[in-house]
């Protein structure tokens, strides 16, 4: 495929809710989309590591310099025979996974309208029928989480994510339990934790937690490891995962049974359905997790959760949950908790116009 040209657009979306974590509130989904030009087709990538480096070091502004800078230039006028020719052409840049994630979604897409083929069977997937499930941020009160999750059981949501963090975790958990004894649920504490509070990690065991997300630091693959030996819940990395090489080496090290794939964190679809490969062969579980993308964004979520070894509900947002507009057409919308991933989303382009902040055109 050859490229001409590739706009870097920067979208700014006010939300309908605030979505707290340990690393912060937000109230505006910031994103890169990117819209490629090439073999008289338009398609659409995106990736959105938030507007300030707290998820990861990544960030909105380093990314739109990533991809003007460097990505554009490796490809555009270039005959890319295929994506694996877009990931040599790009690999002399370091990391910025999202911001090579956004372009090579784009490709993706771009395949998809080349080929006629949706993109659920281009990447590989076997049923389309997606398994949706729900991430509640930090509530002001244990109360106000309760009725968080009984409307969302009431919509039908498959599995129920809740975050911690150190002081709102053990009471916290315990009250969902007693709330929901039976339901399918998780906690992610976005790195919050360290191995020294192993002790009180343990005391989750008890509530049959289907996996805790991400307790310890990015960086602490090895104490993964260590605290995965003293706990029975089963620990799902998500922030220490960015490239099919870290999959191999927490596997190894035993410092998770389940690794949520992020799209954007490992730097495109063809890393991730790398990852699920790996996994897949060592019996470590997968799904696919989420960064609050717009539309754009959630059809590749959609897409890879028809892999095999995506075992468990996906953190897909549907177009309600906290935008006040989406990009595409239809709304992405679930009914009681799964997904069709045949249906075709349009971007509207009238709504992307209507919340862009900036635009960058890389051409030849
Ligand atoms: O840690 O999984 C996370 C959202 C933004 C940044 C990080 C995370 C999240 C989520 C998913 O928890 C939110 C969602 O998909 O609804
Ligand atoms: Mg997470």
């Not at 990117?34 to 008289?40: D, I, P, S, T």
Request: glycine share 8%.
């Amino acid at each position: 495929m050859r490229i001409e040209r590739i706009d870097v657009i920067h979208t700014n979306i006010p939300m309908n809710q605030t979505f707290r974590t340990s690393f912060g509130a937000i109230n505006e989904q910031h994103s890169i989309v990117v819209k490629v030009y090439g073999e008289g087709h338009t398609a659409f990538g995106e990736a959105c590591p938030f507007y300030a480096p707290v998820y990861s070091y990544e960030c909105i502004e380093t990314m739109k310099a990533v991809i003007r800078g460097f990505i554009a230039p490796a490809i555009i006028g270039k005959s890319l025979n295929g994506i694996e020719d877009y990931y040599r052409a790009v690999d002399f840049i370091k990391g910025n996974n999202h911001a090579k994630a956004a372009v090579e979604t784009a490709l993706w897409d771009l395949e998809s309208k080349m080929r006629g083929l949706p993109l659920w069977k281009l990447v590989g997937g076997t049923d389309p029928a997606v398994e949706v499930g729900v991430s509640i941020g930090i509530q002001p009160s244990v109360d106000a989480l309760l009725k968080k999750i009984e409307d969302y059981l009431a919509e039908g949501y498959r599995r129920i994510k809740i975050k911690i963090e150190p002081g709102k975790d053990i009471d916290t958990v315990s009250k969902v339990r007693k709330a929901f004894p039976d339901i399918s649920l998780m906690v992610d504490a976005n790195s919050s934790y360290r191995l020294k509070d192993s002790e009180t990690l343990a005391r989750l065991d008890e509530h049959h937690l289907l996996m805790m997300e991400q307790p310890l630091a990015e960086d602490d693959i090895i104490d993964h490891g260590k605290l995965q030996s003293a706990i029975s819940t089963p620990i799902c990395l998500d922030e220490s995962i960015h490239t099919p090489d870290d999959a191999r080496k927490a596997i190894e090290l035993g410092s998770c049974k389940i690794i949520n794939i992020k799209y954007g964190r490992v730097g495109g679809l063809l890393n991730s359905v790398r990852i699920h490969d790996i996994c897949m062969k060592n019996g470590i579980g997968n799904w696919a997790g989420g960064m609050i993308e717009t539309g754009i964004g959630q059809r590749f979520k959609i897409a890879l959760s028809t892999l095999p070894n995506f075992k468990y509900a996906a953190d897909i947002e549907t177009s309600d949950r906290f935008l006040v507009e989406d990009l595409v057409t239809p709304d992405i919308a679930h009914v009681k908790g799964m997904l069709d991933a045949n249906t075709e989303y349009r971007v509207d382009e009238i709504k992307l116009n209507k919340y862009t902040e900036d635009v960058t055109i890389c051409r030849a």
